[in-house]
């Protein structure tokens, strides 16, 4: 059974140190330390965005690039919408975690400018999801990245691991902008051009620093989406409405799941189902990997007993296949039962490829198949390729008492296959100068790029992987 909604987070709003119990007689408060914020309010605020500006806490960046961002963000106000509206699912949570760790709450605001909260975004670097964490950086902030997931996109583990990096760097440098500085440029970068600055006398500050025009206007960007948000009637921008309440619950799940089962058993849009859990990027939910997801508030029981009542079948109508030997797709698709086209579709597989020994796929799971996914393939699933070998048909002299094979062995070839190109045993001799087929490994670019221009030139397939290059016939 899936275990029971679990919500993970508190609406308390952080205070600005620990709270002060009176020793003496109690005596009224004036309206003075009311305003000084010295008194916590009974009641958190309604709107998220009042709760976020009480807990802004980073130096003002000033300066014409700030205006100049202002200015870009304000004149599109679609843009913002649109910005905004996507950032409701997550902005409750991200903002409890940063009071959680007493950090600034502006920092929440950083994904409008990494990725516009798209937790699908991809840079033409290769970072992804709505924090923007490349491949190896995500590793080292244990985000796991295979087959099944990418903890990148995962809107837990991604806020989790960015907060880290930002308060890992923010005790490295003392200075929040400094801090964010690195997270985009590089906290090596960041700190040669501290220490080049300091060589020559020069101030070290955010604004004092010479780097790549993207981390220049990095701060200010967050700087003027900031100042929006805190005052947003003096540039004419409207914030929707985002209650101070939780978005989404964390809902346990114990087996495999289609995406679309699970979408369908909480009563949620597929879209807005993918949106809370942008990890998941198969058709499948591999319960050993992604124990949990996330679901609407109000959607998370409507789930578990449409979940426990569930009788049509399996949960998951997908599973894993280890590639036994390196493969064709088209052996591959054999194997599994599965057309070609399906296979490479489902598994991103692209052209000319071999699937190699070791791969996990995700392949159709049959009625008779009622285990679920183990951890360790979950956890550690990889697909890799190896590229198609090309060959070119060519004739060979033999040498003085030259064999079928001692020209397989001067040549990188089998025997078996010599033999088979010659149309003669595999132990047969051949003459002095005697013309010998051979079937050569050519580059496979070079290959395509060549085969078009000339016409006397075919491509046939000899065999699983191989395609071969040689002459028509005339």
Known sequence: MPGDPVLTT??????????????????????????????????????????????????????????????????????????????????????????RRNMPTELAL??????????QAVSSAKAAGMWQFMPATGKYFDLKQNAFRDDRRDVLASTRAALDYLQKLHRMFGDWHLALAAYNWGEGSVGRAIARNKKDGLGTSYQDLRMPDET??????????????ANPQAFRAELPL??????????????????????????????????????????????????????????????QRNFEAYTQGQYASWTAWTAPATLSVGDAAKRVGMSEADLRGVNNIPPRMLIRAGSTLLVPRNAKVDNDV?????????????????????????????????????????????????????????????????????????????????????????????????????
């Open 374 to 474: 183990a951890g360790h393939i979950a956890d550690t699933a990889q697909v890799a390729f190896a590229p198609e070998v090309v060959t070119r048909r060519s004739t060979v002299k033999a040498r003085k008492g030259e064999t079928v094979a001692t020209i397989a062995k001067r040549y990188g070839q089998s025997a078996a296959s010599v033999a088979e190109w010659n149309d003669v045993s595999a132990n047969a001799a051949f003459k002095l100068g005697q013309q010998v087929v051979m079937f050569l490994p050519v580059r496979a670019t070079t290959a395509r790029k060549a085969a078009p221009a000339r016409s006397n030139i075919k491509a046939v397939k000899r065999s699983p992987g191989k395609t071969v290059i040689q002459s028509k016939k005339r």
């Open 216 to 229: 220049r206007l990095y701060v200010p960007k967050l700087q003027a989406v900031k100042n929006i948000v």
């Open 242 to 303: 985002i209650e101070n309440h939780p978005y989404f619950q964390q809902v346990l799940i114990t087996r495999d799941i289609d995406v679309a089962l699970a979408a369908k058993l909480a009563d949620v849009a597929l879209a807005d189902f993918k949106a809370l859990n942008p990890s998941a990027h198969r058709p499948v939910i591999i319960a050993s990997g992604t124990p949990q997801i996330l679901l609407p508030w109000d959607n998370a029981k409507v789930f």
């Open 110 to 119: 950083l994904p409008y400018i990494e990725s516009a909260f798209n937790p």
């Open 10 to 99: 508190s609406t308390a709003p952080a205070l600005a140190g620990p709270p002060v119990f009176p020793n003496g007689p109690l005596s009224p408060i004036s309206r003075a330390q009311t305003a000084s914020g010295m008194v916590a309010p009974l009641q958190p605020p309604s709107d998220l965005w009042e709760r976020m500006r009480s807990g802004f806490a980073m130096p003002d960046l000033q300066g014409e690039l700030v205006t100049d961002r202002e200015q870009w963000y304000a004149t599109r106000p679609d843009y913002i919408q649109r910005m905004t509206e996507r950032s409701s699912k997550y902005l409750f949570h991200i903002v409890e975690e940063l009071e």
